[in-house]
Structure formats: structure tokens, C-alpha cells
């Protein structure tokens, strides 16, 4: 459905001549002739008004009844009275109504001082109580998760969080049960409500019923600051509110509303995962391996250690950028690397080579879509991504695009998601085939190519793809939403190709609103790709005077050629593929150097000296979403214990390699950013602002060099292996560090999982439950079986990313395929 | 006072084996749909139905024809639901009319949902009617085995599936959009209207809500045509009622009569007034839900206008009579209990307000009441009436306010009576304490 144009009309509020656009609510549209009406039950961002609690009853003319202004949409020439004696006895009446049951505990509340409620009853009850009866009681506080508690004696049954459940985030756990005033919120059968979203929950409670496990008692209104700033734990990049206590204490993680990126809400991660930056095994000194150990040092004797290795290795450094690391932090390690040692070594990616062209093409304007460019599309393509597990606000966009606005949906992923419910067409192709099935679909597209022989080679079939196609080809902008995996096997760069391709005869780039969207690995990944942190691409997306080794070239690079290793917020072992690899190269290295929050298994046993990372509280800088908005991280909290701001350390060690950067301040390294992309030309933090600004909507981007997309003959791509057990992997949304160490989310912390279809289960004998071993070339990762019905014969499913048993270390960027055992006959003891 | 019923809808309840479709064809059934679908175009039908005056027998008392006529043009999917979910305490007309006669219902289904143009067909049935639902699976299962449902109906190229639906106990799954929610398979709430169920009802579609009764009044227009309808009843209240009397009269049961008669006939001529030596207190016209009238107003004519020129409604047509044996504080009470036990708890007037009153009405027989209690309550009610979702809390307080505005000196004499009984009591049992203000 196409975006519609608003139009403005004129209507008439207490007496004022007021415009708003068409169609818009009454309670919005009042705001209008700053008239406020109060509400509880509606939120604009819930979608369709409930009406439910009637606190914003209002007078419209010609109409004998009063109108609930939530769900009435304003028309040219209405007349609205909201201040009528009739509106205020009805809105004493509700107030009256609401605090019946409501018990007055608000000195000991957490919403008190916050609560919509006291707020409405000082502004709009009767200022008194004729209700003498006995109130309703319920058990309380009860969990009704480990991350929320419920008093269901607050509630007001306003049913936010209900309409949450079933008609955001889909998870339909919460119900009203019960009814009349015995009604309560919980879920069918009593189980914790767990899900990926469920403290939103919290945030729309408009009294003190839903309370985070985490801050609850932690602190009154009056003791707190909110600071703004971004999530950094994925490429959603949601803009958020840190609550801190004196400064530095982070207590609670808000949701700043940004249509343009997170629509308002967060996931649990992103919400909870604060309470691994007050935890006491954080790194909050520099460290250095002393003895064997890594002990806490002085930073003058650990940065001349670092300074020394550094000097020593010269032009064999190598850098591993991590994906959480800002532009700021990314230009300068690529400067200490390229500028200041000589090395061309740098790369952001976990696996894959980047090809300089088709980078070119894919950072064209017009071929990105934005955020906000799915809920209006016509038809979206989730291509080799799990949204929830990769950009969980993403899965919250497309829902939204599906419910409100019929987007088509096309779900082409080999593993089974969770947005296959909401799919108009489902593509299951074999793991890693993402290449032939581009390549078949855009042979459906244009009728063009043995479709027959390319599904074959996806291992999916013709008939749904041409159904596929036929959705692609309906009225309505198109939006891929595609996978950073796709593009890091063997043959990642064939398989970009034919994402370009399929680009060019959908015509992205000339149809607005239509483009493509990665969902990368790593949460500021364009950002660190623009300001140069891929081996073949200096700041600008430049082509590199010479060429450096890609992340996995480094790992397999030949002793001496890198002695070196620079891992700025990277953690190989856990993310990247071919973990035993990683183990020999840094086995390998004379000195491995490390910003890092916490001492993981592989810097214990590998690093040499461990400077203390910042928390993303603790952070200054800008990251760049992978629309192309730039955003700002704002430093919300003193930083703990001896931590410095990674820019000046980074500007340390070049000063003391004897290239001095002149930095002084963050603010000087974002500038030397934006001077040294060109298309980030002229920005300033202060136009970024707090809602961010993109690139490709300012002037600078023109001096991004246009290029057409290539047309020619593609290589026709293998065909998936139909031998034995193919593996696909993936992350979880808990698979984080984050997870692991915030004592309430630490319950989600996934163990693994292998998923396989029932039919591969029976044929081995696997039930679920069962606890089995995986193995490729001797390799091999236990995790318990678990059967998915929706899971296609032949694919097995692990997680990447878990604390042990990795699924990286079955990786190595070919297809693979796998033995399955039971734990039992591999281990007979 | 020889009271006549008109016995039209009632025609031949009583015929044995009426509920197959064998004895109910021998008796002239299905003609209407034959002609319906053979004579007359759908546009016809519907122009007969709002010619005939037809008003809908659920309680609203809209015109059917008129809100047939409501749902869009085109070929979306549209749909028919029979509310047949009566559960307005003192209703229970549907019930004879669905377990004697179902075909007749059957029929005004079909013929009503080709009109409309829908092809899917539901009856919600209230839970509690196993007995009903039973016969009308038996009569749908008869209709699709003669051809009159399902594909193609008598060559017509009409579709119409019907399904019988069981609800589940619910009061409020009456509520037109509470029943469409029930349907799908939800929690049964009322829906904020607009959007009306004529543009977006069931899975969204347009959809054409009408009660048993009215539908049953389809095929006697269609057959016996417009003007024929229109010699029963008044201008604006045509054709006949089936009115269900109940309470403290002497005869209770359901009488069909032609809208317009006074009401005395109805309670005293069919329904044998109270029993001997007991006066009428008041009387509700139209299901629990209605206004109490007086003795006085049962010289009024039976009709949706006059009930709603005496303050009341002629609802559902269910006659309620309280004769002075018993308290008014009861039936309020009684009263309250089921509004506050059967409300859904989504709009808060409605599920506080049913509550708070409940709880002050239990105070006054406990003698912890003051005449003070009756004018907040009395506020309570108004305050409930217009401000909720659905009628449900309106259904409540207009009853109980309107019996405290015509009883407000039997209330306080109640109220004054339980509070010196408890007095005496805890006078007996040692426990009587000065009322703070008399000792100061």
C-alpha cells in the first residue's frame, strides 16, 4: 500500500481554528490546538484504537453521544468541545470509575511521580473518593516473567500490553482471562510470558502494574536522568533513553521513539542487557600478560607494551574491528593500521571478501531502502535472514507492514522463521544456496534461464518460485531485506551478483520507495565498510592503494606474515567461522592486542594486552545504520574504574608510533570522520541531532561516484549437495555477551540446539531432547536434537555464537555437509 | 376481556414433527425461498423487506431491510450471522421459535443472505440451548440434503453454507460485535464501532446481523407479501410479536400479538395478571435491560413507539411484572448481579460501575447503608449511561435508575428499616456503638 499523502483540513477546538491532517484521531489532532485530551488505553503506535477505557469521551457536534476521541478521526469543519460540562462529568466519572478498584499505593509504587494516572486524576478526576466498598484483591507482585513483574490489583485493564502480545509482536502469550471486574492479565496456561519483545510491555503501562524485574525499587522519578543515545547490541541500532542514577549508573533502558528507525519499541535484549555494564568481572583496567596471566596494569605500561608489540610487527599487524565499534573507533584503527604501520590489513567482515565494485553498487542511494520504506511497500523479500534473531525491530516493521498496510511477504530462508505465518510465499532453499536461488528467482522474474535446473540447484521448486515471482511483480514498491550471509561464503561475491541482478530487473533504483537492505553481522557494519575497515576499501569506500588480507586470510595466513593482531571489540573465537583456525593463527601471533568489556576464553589464553572497552553507555561517537542513517552514541555514564575512551587510545598508540593524529576530543575524531568520506561531507553532530540524519538524503552524496548496475553473463551457480545432512547455522538473539552476563537475561543464554526435521530424526533415531554430536571433518559440537516439523528434510540447523559447543567451529564457508550421532555412540563411555 | 392472539409466527408450533423439513413443506414451507429465488431479483427482496416495515426483534428494533441494504456492493466475501444467543433474562421466544419450527428460520436465512449477497451463513446459539442447537443441526443437515443449502440452490447459481455455532455462556456474546468476535474464535468483546458489521463484521467482511425472530418474519413477508405484513401492528411497530411474559403473573409463557395492543391485554388478558390479592409494582417491557414502567403505563399500546415515548423500550419483547410482594431492593439487586457477573470488563464504566453498584445494593439489606448511598448510586448510573463501549452497562443503570427515581421512598424505607434492624441486633449481641457524631 502505497504511503498516503496527509492532507490537511480544519476543524474546531474549544473555540480554536486548528489544521490536521485528514483522518487523524481526535486525541492526536487535538495536540494540534494544544488541546490535550487524556487517554489510557490508546497509543498511536499500537495501531487500531480499543476504545476501551473511555477517558477521552469529547463532545463533536451534530452527534447526540459523546465520542471517543481515540477512534474518532477528524473531518473538515467538526466541531469538537472537550471541556464541556457534560465532557467534564464524564471524565470525573471515568477517573471516579478507574480509581475504584485501583489501590492508592503510590508512595510505594514505581510509576508514582511518572504514572499517567495520578497525572489524569489531578488533571481530570473529582479530587475525591465516594468509593467506601472493599477493593478487588489479587496475589502480588507475582512474575509473570523473570524480566516483569505484574500487580494486578493496578492494573486498569487498559489492554496495552494485551494488544502488545497479539497484534505487535505476535506472540499471543498475553490474554485477559476472566471476566467483568475479575478480569486479569496473564497468559493461557499461566507460563512466563518470554519473548523477544516482552518489556515493551513494561514501557506501555500507563500505571505501576507491569514493573521491570531490574529496576523495580531501584529508584524514584525524582532520582533520575534520562540520556539519549543508541542501542549498540545490533544493526537495528534502536534510539534509546538510558535512566541513570548519580551519573554513573545505568538503571533502565527506554525506548526514544524514531519512526525512521525502531518505531518505539525494543527488544529484551536491548532492554535488560544494561546490567553487564555494572557487573564486577567487566574489564576496568588495562591488562597484560605477565607471568603467563593477564594482570592489571598502569595504562603507561600497557600502552607501551602495546606500542612496542606494534612497532615491533610494523606492516605483519592485522586488525579485527568488531561490529559494536563506532565510526570514530573504525577510521582510526583502519589510520593506525594503513597510516601510521604500513599495514593494509583491516577488515570489519567475520568471513568473505568484499568485492570494491560491487561495494560501489551497493552504497548507490537509490538502491537502499529505508527502514521505513517496508511497511508501505507492496511486497518484501526476507532473503537468508532471520529479522528476529539478526534485527529483531526489523521482524516488528514487517509485521506492522503486513497488518496495517497488506505488504506481501515472501520468507526465502533455508531455515524455518517466524515470519513464515505472515508469509504470502515461502522459499526453502539449502543452506548456502542463496546464489542459485537468486539466481532461479530472477529467471522467474523474466521468464529468462532454465528455472527448472535453477530451482534444482537452490533445492526448492519451480512452482513456488514462479508464485514468488508473480508476488514480486505486483503493484507496489519492492523490498529485499537481505542477509549479510549471503555474501560471506566461497562464493559470496557470485552470490551479490545475482542479488544486483535480481535488483536490476525488479528496477530497485528507479522506483521509489524500493531498494535493497542488509541486515548485517554487526551492528554498525555499513559504518565501519564507509570509513574503511574492509581490506579493499580506504574511507569513502575508496579502493585501498593496496589490497590487505580479509578476516579469514588473516586466520590463514602463513607464519610471519602476520605477527601482529589488533582485535578492537572483535572476538574471533565466538564469531568468527572456522573457530579452530582462529585458535592456531592466534597461537600464532607474537602479540595480540585487545579493547575488549570482558576477558572471553580466547583472550585469556591469547591476548597479550587487554585494554578496558568502553560500555555502549560509556561510548561518544557515531555509528551508521544500515539504511545509511548516521546516528550519534552519546556518552550517558562516567566510565567505570580506569576505562578511557577507545579514540584517545587508539590516538595514543599513533602518537607514540611517532604519527601524532592531533585529536583531542571525540568531537575531533567525528569531524576527521565526516572530512574524510566525502559523501559524509559537511555533517555535523549537531545536524545528526537525536534522531540521525542519512547520507543519501543530503548533498554530500553526490560525491559518492554513480555507477550503473552491471549487466553481462553470470557464472551459473553449483548445485546444492543432496548427500547426507547439509548444515546451516545461524545466531540467536541471545547469543550475546551482553546475555551472559546480565543476571536477568542470563535464563535465555542458548545452549545448543540442532534442529532437524522429523523425518531425518526417525531415520536416525532422534528424538527430541536427545542429546546428539555433529561432526564435519572431525570436527565436531554436541547440542540437544531438536525436531521442527517445518524444518525440510535433509537441513540441519545449529546456533552460532553459543557459549560452548559453537557452531563457528563447523564452519569454513563452503557448504557442509555433516554427520549426526547420538552423544552416546560417539562417547560410549 | 377475551384476548385474541394473532398467531402467525406461531402458526402451527404445535403440528407434530414441524421440525422436519417433510411436515414443514406439506405446510407451505420453503415457498417463499422458491419464490424469492425464482420470481424476484435480490434488490426486490430487500425493497419488500424495508417496505414491510420489518423492525429487528433483537432488541434495537432497526429496520432489517434498511440494514440489509447497508452492506456494500461487489464481490467480497459477505456474510449472514442469526444472533441467536438469547440471553436477556426474560426472552425466551427464539428458543420456541428455533426448537419447534427451525426450517422457517432456515428459510428467512437463505432468502435473507441472497439478498444481501452473502454466501456464508452462521447461527450463533447460545450454550445453554443444547436441546434447540440439536434440532437445528438436524433441520441444516435436511436443507443441504434437499439442495436448499450449499451449492447452487434450485439451479439459482446462489450459494449459502450455513454452520450452527454453540457459544459458550456468555450474556455479552449477544452484543452484535461481541458475537462476531466469539465467532472467530475469541475472547467475546465487544468491538468499537464504527466500523459497523455491515462494512467490516465477521474476518472483516460485510456482514448482516439479524435475530431469529426477525429472520423468521422473512419468509411470511416474501410469501404473503408487503401489505399482508402491514395489516398487523401499528405504522411505525408493523407485523406481529411474540412476547415472552414472565414474573408474577398467572399464566406465564409466549403470546403472539399484533404490535399496538395495549399491554393490559397482553399481562392481564393473555398472561392472567398477578396472582389474586397482589398489585403490579412495575413491570419491565422489554427484557431486565428496559426501564421499569408502572401499573398505570400498561394501558399503553404495545409498540416500539409508545414503550419508547413511556421512557422504556420495547427491547427483545420479554414482559418482566413484579407484583408489591416483592422489594424493589431485590429486583435491583438480582438485577445488578447479573449485569456486574456478565459484563466483559473492557470499558471501565461499565465493569466498576456494575460492581460499585452491586456492592452498595448489598450494603442497604445489610443495614450499612444511608439514604447518601442512594443518590451516589443513583449518580453511578448516570454516569455509566452513554459513556460505554456497548449497551451492557447501559442495561444495568437505566432499570436500576429508573426504579430509584420511581421508588426512592420504598429504597430509604428499606435502607432505614435494615440499618435499625442491625442496630437492634447489635444491641442484642452487645456490639452497638454510638454513631461517632452523636456521641460528640
Redesign the interface.
Known sequence: MPKPEPKLITFEIDGREVQAPEGQMLVDAAKMGDVEIPYFCYEAKLGQPVGACRMCLVEVEGIPKLQTSCSTPVKDGMVVNTKSDRVKQAQNAIVEFLLVNHPLDCPVCDKGGECPLQDISYGWGPGRSRFIEPKRHFEKPVALSPLVAIDRERCILCYRCVRFSQELSEDYQLVFLERADHTFVGTHDGHPYVAPFSGNIIELCPVGALTSQAYRFRARPWDIEDAGSICTLCPSQCNVKYTTRDDNKVVRVLARDNEDVDDGWLCDKGRFGYQAIHVPERVTRPMVRDGGELRPVSWERALSEAAGALARAGDRTAALVGGEATNEDGFLTQHLLRGVLDSPHVDSRTSGVLDPQQQAVLAQPDLTAKVSDIEWAGTVLVLDTELVDESPILDLRVRKGVRRNGLNVIVATSRPSTLDTNARALLRFAPGAGEALLAALAAAVSGQGDLEDLSGRAGTSAEILRGAAELLQEPGPVVVLWGERLSQGERGRQAVARLIDLARQLNLSGTEGAGLLEVPRGTNARGLREVGCVPALGPGLDTATRAGKSAGEIAASVPGEVSALLLVGADPLTTHPDRGMWERALDRATSVIAFADFVTEGLDEHADVVFPAESEAEKDGTMTHPDGRIQRVRQAIARPGEVRPQWSVLAELCERLGNPTGLLSGAMVSERVFESVPFYEGITLAEIGGKGVRWQERDGAARLPRVELPVGELEIPPRATAEGLRLGTGPSIWSNRVVEHSPLLRFLLPEQVVELSPEDGERLGLRTGDQVSVSVDGTSVSGRAFLRSDMPPGNVFLIEGTRTDNATALLNGKPRSIELLRAEETSPA | MAVQEVRVLLDNIDEPGLNHIDTYERLGGYQAMRKALTEMEPDEVLAALENSGLRGRGGAGFSMGKKASFLPKGSMDKYLCCNADESEPGTFKDRLLMQKNPHRLIEGIIIAAIAAGANKAFIYIRGEYVLQADVLDAAVREAYDKGYLGQNILGSRNDVDLVVHRGAG?Y?CGEETALLDSLEGK?G?PR?KPPFPANQGLYNGPTLINNVETLNNVPLVIAKGVDWFKQFGTEQSTGTKVVSVSGNVQRPGNYEIALGIPARDLVYGLAGGPPPGRKIKCWFPGGSSAPVLLEEDLDRPYSFEAMAEAGSMLGSGAIIVVDDSVPIVSVALRLAQFY??????????C??????TV??LE?IDTGDATPMDLE?MAQVQT??I????CVLGDSMAMPIGSMIEKFRDEFVEHIERAREAKDRLSVELGTYAEPADAVA
Open positions: 456468555a455479552i475472547r468483546n468499537l456486574r457477573h456478565e459484563s466483559c470488563g473492557k470499558c471501565v464504566p465493569r466498576e460501575g456494575t460492581n460499585w456492592k452498595m450494603r451516589i454516569n455509566i452513554g459513556n460505554c463501549l
